[in-house]
């Protein structure tokens, strides 16, 4: 008996000694810190390393609004709209709050031409941020989209009175105008748009409607 005891103690203290010898097993990695890392790493270009990362960051912390926010945008920049979709549809749920996942939600929307959805995206924001003139007008673009001439005129009118600056909002709110029928007010909003754009392309456009509603720019 005495030599049995003696032959498990052996046994113990060989178990002991060989667990302190294991290396001690790395603590996961910071789900936050992923995002941090992620969002580097989609600055430098390299998307498949963010993706991974992120989506490693959801598998640790799954209610981490922000990584699912930033694995919409990794996927959106690789046109994967789908995926973005519900990245930033979860990120918003997980966070009602997050302006930012209903506006990159509504373009993603927007570039599905799921405009229904997109609008839906965007008025939640613009509910979350009234005053955002960049919100009102993609609330109004979207709106425009769908034949809503009216909403997508008060769109693009908060957006003119909530940055007079912002040049986008005048010449949405000019084609409201010149579908409407309204050639006046349609060719003030492009004088405007003219004078505050500075966009080779989207003056030429400007100029182009101002020429169809027989005026000079």
């Known amino acids: ?62 209610g981490l609004a922000e990584a699912h926010f930033w694995l919409g945008r990794a996927y959106a920049v690789n046109a994967l709209y789908l995926q973005a979709a519900d990245a930033f549809r979860e990120a918003a749920r997980l966070q009602p709050d997050y302006t930012e996942a ?65 040049p986008e909002p005048r010449l949405g709110l000019a084609n409201v105008y010149r579908i409407q029928g309204h050639t006046d007010e349609a060719a003030a909003e492009l004088h405007e748009f003219l004078r505050l754009s500075s966009d080779p392309e989207w003056r030429a456009r400007a100029e182009a409607m101002l020429r169809e509603l027989g005026e000079e720019p």
Do not use: W
């Open 102 to 166: 209903y506006t990159n939600l509504g373009a993603v929307y927007h570039e599905l031409r799921r405009y229904p959805e997109a609008e839906e995206a965007f008025r939640a924001a613009a509910q979350l941020q009234p005053d955002n003139a960049e919100i009102q007008y993609n609330l109004g673009s979207v709106l425009l989209a769908q034949d809503k001439l009216d909403e997508a005129g008060v769109a693009f009118a908060r957006a003119c009175d909530d940055d007079p600056s912002m």
């Open 1 to 62: 008996m005495g030599r049995l005891l003696r032959t498990i103690s052996l046994c113990v203290l060989l178990a002991l000694a060989l667990g302190a010898c294991l290396p001690e097993s790395e603590a996961p990695p910071d789900p936050a810190e992923l995002v941090h890392e992620a969002q580097a790493d989609l600055a430098a270009g390299e998307m498949p390393e963010a993706i991974d990362k992120l989506r490693l960051a959801i598998r640790l912390d799954p």
